[in-house]
């Protein structure tokens, strides 16, 4: 595994198991498996109503809590919400600490959502804070108004969407991009992908790997999610190759900037 280090100085795997769309029932088994296969960073999120199934695998896992990093993200609005939020997801997770926590969306009070997630990083409760599906003004935004600069922001990206401007601009102000998405939810045909299967015929890989791949060589952290495991161990398998500069270039070349829902973030 390899890791990228946060502006708060920990080390998040550039590897992660995504469970949106997860149903509650079957995620202690998806991400049991997924653990079971290596994956030590899960991203849930308030909103997918699965953090309590990620808390049971966790446990069920038998591995020490540290050995793992957790992402979760609030989907409350405002100061008292979300502190009642946090403690939730702690409950949850049956931890007494996430190693991140983020702004799941913009809402009418994100600023007073960062505050709670501010002070409950100073607490010590959330290792680091960041924003999710934010647009450089209002990055600019929370860093005028606090003095904790967001660690992560978790947006869209994948190859028809490479983010480009955005990445720049985080890389500028020292904060991981992480990508949400990374195969596009497998819109547009992707994984038939003609250049792509090509790419991963010269290595032995399959479009999901030098997908993957891919992002991870951009220094952007990916989260994929598969509900079977066979695909999970596919994903997980991308660190015993390292696609060439041409490749990375013909790669950078299928960029469209286009989102899946049209949004600019
Ligand atoms: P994704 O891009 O990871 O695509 C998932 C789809 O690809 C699934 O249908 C899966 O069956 C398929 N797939 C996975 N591995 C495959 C493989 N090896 N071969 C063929 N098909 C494969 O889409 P996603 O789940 O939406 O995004 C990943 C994670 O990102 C989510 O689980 C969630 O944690 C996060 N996310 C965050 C936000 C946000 O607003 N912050 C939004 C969407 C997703």
Not at 19 to 25: D, L, R
Not at 198 to 215: D, E, M, N, S
């Amino acid at each position: 595994m390899d890791y990228v280090t946060l502006n708060t100085g920990a080390k998040m795997p550039i590897l992660g198991f995504g469970v949106y769309q997860i149903p509650p029932e079957e995620t202690e088994r998806a991400v049991g498996d997924a653990i079971a296969l290596g994956y030590r960073h899960i991203d849930t999120a308030q909103y997918y109503r699965n953090e309590a199934g990620v808390g049971h695998a966790l446990k069920a896992s038998g591995l020490p809590r540290e050995e793992f990093f957790i992402t979760t993200k609030v989907g409350t609005s405002g100061y008292r919400d979300t502190k009642h939020q946090i403690e939730r997801a702690l409950r949850h997770l049956q931890t007494d600490y996430i190693d991140l926590m983020l702004v799941h969306w913009v809402m009418s009070d994100y600023h007073g959502t960062y505050q709670a997630l501010e002070e409950a990083h100073r607490e010590g409760k959330l290792r680091a804070i960041g924003l999710s599906n934010f647009n450089q003004r209002q990055i600019q935004g929370i860093m005028a108004q606090f003095a904790t600069v967001p660690a992560v922001l978790q947006n869209e990206m994948h190859i028809f969407h490479q983010q480009n401007a955005m990445r720049e601009f985080t890389k500028e102000k020292g904060i991981q991009f992480e990508s949400w998405a990374p195969f596009g939810e497998g819109a547009h045909d992707i994984f038939n992908h003609p250049v792509i299967a090509q790419i991963g015929t010269k290595y032995g890989k399959t479009v999901a790997q030098v997908i993957l791949r891919f992002i991870i060589q951009e220094g952007v952290v990916a989260i994929p999610k598969s509900i079977r495991k066979e695909r999970m161990a596919e994903n997980f398998a991308i660190f015993d190759f390292e696609l060439s500069p041409a490749d990375m270039a013909a790669l950078r070349h299928l960029n469209e900037d286009r989102g899946l829902f049209g949004w600019n973030n």
